[in-house]
């Protein structure tokens, strides 16, 4: 690590915490050859895989677009801010246990239908008529009946 101060090469650590809940190292280092002190934070890299579309078409996964489509089904929704952060964490590990380097677009769909469904089932069929394109009144009835039967179960 460059000391910020005189650009030298070399530094000394001379404590390291757990900083932001666990992901990340504080650590307070010494430079050797000027003696100031600073700060650095570690964290761990997480790739996404890449998205494969249903054209066949690859792309980077989007944070954001999976943000906007959750914002999108939760518009004027009892759900707090935290609730929302919380579900996009949890899809985005889900995302990466999966283990691939692709996944299609469709099984990402699928776990945001899973991760709505338990927070807000508005929310859920709002995402599933644009998700899965329900032409009529009759796809929404359907899912509606399917949800249902899916909350009885549990």
Do not use: W
């Amino acid at each position: 690590m460059h000391c910020p101060f005189c650009n030298a090469a070399d530094s000394k650590v001379i404590d390291s915490r757990l900083a932001a809940e666990g992901s990340q190292i504080r650590r307070r280092r010494e430079c050797i050859s000027c003696g100031e002190r600073f700060t650095t934070f570690e964290s761990y890299e997480v790739v996404m895989p890449r998205v494969t579309k249903s054209d066949g078409k690859n792309e980077p996964f989007d944070e954001a677009k999976l943000r906007r489509s959750l914002m999108h089904a939760l518009q004027k929704r009892p759900v707090t801010q935290e609730q929302i952060e919380t579900v996009i964490s949890d899809i985005q590990l889900q995302i990466r246990r999966l283990g691939e380097r692709d996944v299609r677009s469709r099984t990402i769909g699928e776990i945001v239908m899973k991760s709505l469904f338990a927070l807000d089932h508005v929310a859920y069929v709002r995402f599933a008529s644009v998700y899965q394109d329900f032409q009529d009144i009759d796809a929404f009835r359907h899912q509606i009946e399917q949800m249902q039967a899916r909350g009885q179960d549990h």
